[in-house]
């Protein structure tokens, strides 16, 4: 089973920078896309920012400017960098991977557990 684990949340005041990490494991022959989703108490989950595996990103309006994807294929593993946070950015931060598991023809979706970013005012 594909397996994402996240980490690098927390506490952080406004202005501050937090940079998460995502990395992906088990049976993996391809991911394509990895990205990173939000959900603010309250509200709907929201898109953040995708990274193919390719190079190309995109970015919510919200966060461009301020947050950026990188990604190490070798590594699978994608990192949210983020920069002047704000305290409308708190919300649980959940990484995903468009994958396709070794034997399938198939690709799925998986995702981490979330990760929590606080940002005080």
């Known amino acids: 089973q594909v397996h994402l684990v996240e980490s690098g949340g927390g506490l952080v005041q406004a202005g501050g920078s937090l940079r998460l990490s995502c990395t992906a494991s088990?049976?993996?022959?391809?991911?394509?896309?990895m990205g990173w989703y939000r959900q603010a108490p309250g509200k709907q989950c929201e898109l953040v920012a995708i990274a193919t595996s390719g190079g190309s990103t995109n970015y919510a309006d919200f966060v461009k400017g301020r947050f950026t994807i990188p990604r190490d294929n070798a590594k699978n593993t994608v990192y949210l960098e983020m920069n002047s946070l704000k305290p409308e950015d708190t919300a649980v931060y959940y990484c995903?991977?468009?994958?396709?598991?070794?034997?399938?023809?198939?690709?799925?979706?998986?995702w981490g557990q979330g990760t929590q970013v606080t940002v005080s005012s």
């Open positions: 995903y991977a468009e994958a396709r598991p070794l034997g399938s023809i198939a690709r799925n979706y998986y």
């Open positions: 088990g049976p993996i022959f391809s991911i394509d896309a």
